[in-house]
């Protein structure tokens, strides 16, 4: 089992810059990601990236201005993200897989973070 606890987030101007940090605990996660939602829409898969940081997928929307990575030794997930539009204004989870491909897909993941809100304003 995986638990995984947030950090981060918060309100910015447009922009500006926010790191979300994501801690696990527990034993059998692989591949991790960041995915969003906002109100009315389905969750979207932001950035993923592999066990040992080689390997990584972004969105096409967030290309060039969000950086994945993670740092094992400390069980941490990080999420840069820099240049923000009032568009990135969402609820932001992290997310574990077992599965050691970096997928933007929903379905590919086991253990989801509480949720942290990035507000960005015009």
């Known amino acids: 089992q995986v638990q995984l606890v947030q950090s981060g987030g918060g309100s910015v101007q447009a922009g500006g810059s926010l790191r979300l940090s994501c801690t696990a605990s527990?034993?059998?996660?692989?591949?991790m990601g960041w995915f969003r939602q906002s109100p009315g829409k389905d969750r979207e898969g932001v950035a993923a990236?592999?066990?040992?940081?080689?390997?990584?997928k972004y969105a096409d929307s967030v290309k060039g201005r969000f950086t994945i990575s993670r740092v094992n030794a400390r069980k941490t997930l990080y999420l840069e993200m820099n240049s923000l539009k009032p568009e990135d204004t969402a609820m932001y989870y992290c997310?574990?897989?077992?599965?050691?491909?970096?997928?933007?897909?929903?379905?590919?993941?086991?253990?989801w973070g509480q949720g942290t809100q990035v507000t960005v304003s015009s």
């Open positions: 527990g034993y059998g996660a692989a591949s």
């Open positions: 990236i592999d066990w040992n940081g080689s390997l990584t």
């Open positions: 997310a574990a897989s077992e599965l050691n491909y970096p997928a933007l897909q929903n379905s590919q993941y086991h253990w």
